[in-house]
Each structure stands twice: as structure tokens, then as C-alpha cells.
């Protein structure tokens, strides 16, 4: 799969019904995660059910060729309106993936570091020397 870059937004608890209303707007598939999903079984006890509940990812595929992805912040992160948006770079190109993440990190700050995730792919967040925020994942190579 060849590079891609998206927006991200980021929502204060109603990305599921963000997404659904783009869904309504543009069509397409929408796939949707929660946070709940992926928990160690340690965090799901201290995971109260409403942040559980809250989408972790999603991502619009529409007809247009149009890819728009969103989450609810993070459990414990609080949400700043004007800071919901980043670029996100995706791909299984762990070559030049890695490459734009070291020229964008370099000058900036690294908030994740690019490493394996939980959900099996490299991933990082960062923000460049503009401040402007990124996010980048390298999925793995489909044979």
C-alpha cells in the first residue's frame, strides 16, 4: 500500500456521532474501534465503562476517494478546542514512513515515540518545528 495523508480530528467524547454524520455527508465504509478493544486486562478495571466506550479510532473510506479518520481524546487527556486536528501519514513503507518521521520529529517534539503499538503496528505522534501535529503509522506488509 503506498503512503497516505489524512486529517485526524479529535473529539471531546462525541466522535461516534462526529463520524456518523460525515458518514451521512459523504458516504462510504466507516470502521470504528474502542478504547475497550484494546485495554490490558489491568487498565479495563480501572476503565470506567463510559471512557471504555469511546472510539479509539475510526476511519471514513468514502466513494470520492476521501479518507477522514477520528478519535475521542485519549482517557485523562484533556481536550483543547483549535488542537483537534493532525496529519497522519499510514502506510507499510516502514522505509519512508521512517524517513518523514525523523525529518518531522527532528527540529520538533516527539509526544509518542515510533515504536510497536498493541495494535501491531509502528506509531508515533509528534509535532513539528511549526507545531504542527502528526501522527504516523506503519502498518505491516500484507502478503
Known sequence: MASRLNPYL???GNARQAMEFYKSVFGGDLTIS????????DATDTMNAMDANKIMHSQLETPSGF??????NP???P??????ISISLSGDDAGELHGYWEKLSASGMVMVPLEKQMWGDEFGMCSDQFGIAWMVNIGQPSS
Open 10 to 12: 479529535n473529539f471531546d
Open 34 to 41: 474502542i478504547y475497550g478493544e484494546f485495554a490490558s486486562p
Open 67 to 72: 479518507t477522514l479518520m477520528g478519535a475521542d
Open 75 to 77: 482517557p485523562g487527556q
Open 79 to 84: 481536550f483543547q478546542l483549535g488542537n483537534n
